[in-house]
């Protein structure tokens, strides 16, 4: 029985170790981040969002129709559903990130093509096919979440982002700390807290239309960890020689591809992600950063992971499989 629950880990641990696997980067040479077949498993019941299908909207006091958790699959007949038409006006001003209204064929260039790379903007969802509904826009492959049209997201259908959690054990007189329960080690991650809706974070963000994923992961842990937008030229120098290290595919494994139960998310748009762990296990790379919250974050520190985490959208969830992996308490 003990070798059956230690098999994932055995089999995660050689896959780190032998993978030559390659995820491009702006700062050198293109790399690719070995992926543990295990962590990225199904191996329990399919997910139910529920942070989806919170009231009030984020940014607003708008609440969605309200939707049983028996009833979010579309393949339940629901002729009563009358989810709630709302986009925020900081997408309906028209920003470059953001899509025109579909619905308003005079403000369309070019029809969109969902389920393809349409131009340099990836419209693919990394949970297949996703399907239309009655006005030709993407539908929720997650199901009903008692809103539709945008809300806060600028893309109809997937919006894509990337989550980086750098990791390190947890240390004392420099040998590691051991949770007096668990037996096991203590692991820490860079969490920051959203200016927005005050909740702790991986600090992840947004993938730009046509930009690599290795760029974003140092992007946005630069730009909401380290201030690096208002860093002077000497400071982004040494950071990026930093990035070099903390952010080598010999650090990292990918963790997570899928769908994430964010409250921003809608019938006609939601949150994808990547989330990729890169873990300094002597500590000494990651201790030289200069921690400065920036951009989206307010705030910016070190967390001990465990179990009592409570995180924004699917983030506890991202850093359970990291404890998985390394085999750490949670």
Same mark, same amino acid.
């Given at each position: 029985?003990?070798?059956?629950m230690l098999?994932p880990t055995?089999?995660c641990?050689l896959?780190?170790?032998?993978?030559?696997?390659?995820?491009?980067?702006?700062?050198?040479?293109?790399?690719?981040?070995?992926?543990c077949?295990?962590?990225?498993?199904d191996?329990g019941?399919?997910?139910?969002h529920?942070k989806?299908?919170?009231?009030p909207?984020?940014?607003s006091q708008?609440?969605? $129709?309200?939707?049983?958790s028996?009833?979010v699959s579309?393949s339940r007949?629901?002729?009563e559903?009358?989810?709630?038409?709302?986009?925020?006006?900081?997408?309906? /001003?028209?920003?470059?990130?953001?899509?025109?209204?579909?619905?308003d064929s005079?403000?369309?260039?070019h029809?969109?093509?969902f389920?393809?790379?349409?131009?340099?903007?990836?419209?693919?969802?990394?949970?297949?096919v996703?399907?239309l509904d009655?006005?030709?826009?993407?539908?929720n492959p997650?199901?009903r979440?008692?809103?539709?049209?945008?809300?806060?997201?600028?893309?109809?259908g997937?919006?894509h982002?990337a989550?980086p959690?750098?990791?390190?054990?947890?240390?004392?007189g420099?040998?590691?700390?051991?949770?007096?329960?668990?037996g096991k080690?203590?692991?820490?991650?860079?969490a920051?807290?959203?200016?927005d809706?005050?909740?702790?974070?991986?600090?992840?963000?947004?993938?730009?239309?046509?930009?690599?994923l290795?760029?974003?992961?140092?992007?946005? $842990?630069?730009?909401?960890?380290?201030?690096?937008l208002?860093?002077?030229g000497?400071?982004k120098v040494?950071?990026?020689?930093? $990035?070099?290290?903390? %952010?080598?595919?010999?650090?990292a494994v990918?963790?997570y591809?899928g769908y994430?139960?964010?409250p921003r998310?809608?019938?006609?748009?939601w949150m994808?992600t990547? /989330?990729v762990? %890169?873990?300094?296990?002597?500590?000494?790379?990651?201790?030289?950063?200069?921690l400065?919250?920036g951009?989206? /974050?307010?705030?910016?520190q070190?967390?001990?992971?465990?179990q009592?985490l409570?995180l924004?959208?699917s983030?506890?969830h991202?850093l359970?499989?990291?404890?998985?992996?390394?085999?750490a308490?949670?």
């Amino acid at each position: 029985m003990w070798l059956r629950m230690l098999y994932p880990t055995i089999l995660c641990f050689l896959w780190i170790k032998h993978s030559t696997s390659l995820l491009q980067s702006s700062w050198c040479l293109p790399e690719r981040y070995p992926v543990c077949p295990v962590m990225l498993c199904d191996t329990g019941s399919p997910m139910i969002h529920i942070k989806a299908r919170s009231s009030p909207y984020p940014g607003s006091q708008v609440k969605r $129709f309200p939707v049983h958790s028996d009833k979010v699959s579309w393949s339940r007949e629901w002729a009563e559903y009358d989810p709630v038409d709302y986009t925020a006006e900081v997408v309906k /001003a028209g920003p470059e990130w953001a899509d025109p209204d579909f619905r308003d064929s005079s403000r369309l260039k070019h029809v969109p093509r969902f389920n393809a790379l349409d131009g340099v903007i990836n419209r693919r969802s990394y949970l297949g096919v996703y399907d239309l509904d009655k006005d030709n826009l993407p539908r929720n492959p997650m199901g009903r979440t008692g809103m539709i049209s945008r809300g806060l997201l600028g893309k109809w259908g997937p919006n894509h982002a990337a989550d980086p959690i750098v990791t390190r054990w947890k240390r004392d007189g420099g040998g590691k700390v051991i949770h007096k329960l668990s037996g096991k080690p203590i692991l820490q991650f860079i969490a920051i807290e959203r200016k927005d809706s005050k909740q702790w974070a991986i600090p992840g963000g947004m993938v730009d239309a046509g930009e690599q994923l290795s760029a974003t992961l140092k992007r946005e $842990f630069g730009e909401e960890a380290l201030n690096s937008l208002k860093l002077p030229g000497p400071e982004k120098v040494l950071m990026r020689k930093q $990035f070099r290290t903390i %952010f080598s595919k010999e650090n990292a494994v990918k963790i997570y591809v899928g769908y994430v139960d964010d409250p921003r998310n809608t019938d006609n748009a939601w949150m994808e992600t990547q /989330a990729v762990n %890169f873990h300094d296990d002597a500590g000494d790379s990651v201790g030289d950063l200069n921690l400065h919250a920036g951009d989206d /974050a307010g705030d910016v520190q070190w967390f001990d992971i465990d179990q009592n985490l409570q995180l924004y959208a699917s983030h506890t969830h991202f850093l359970k499989s990291v404890v998985e992996l390394r085999d750490a308490h949670w």
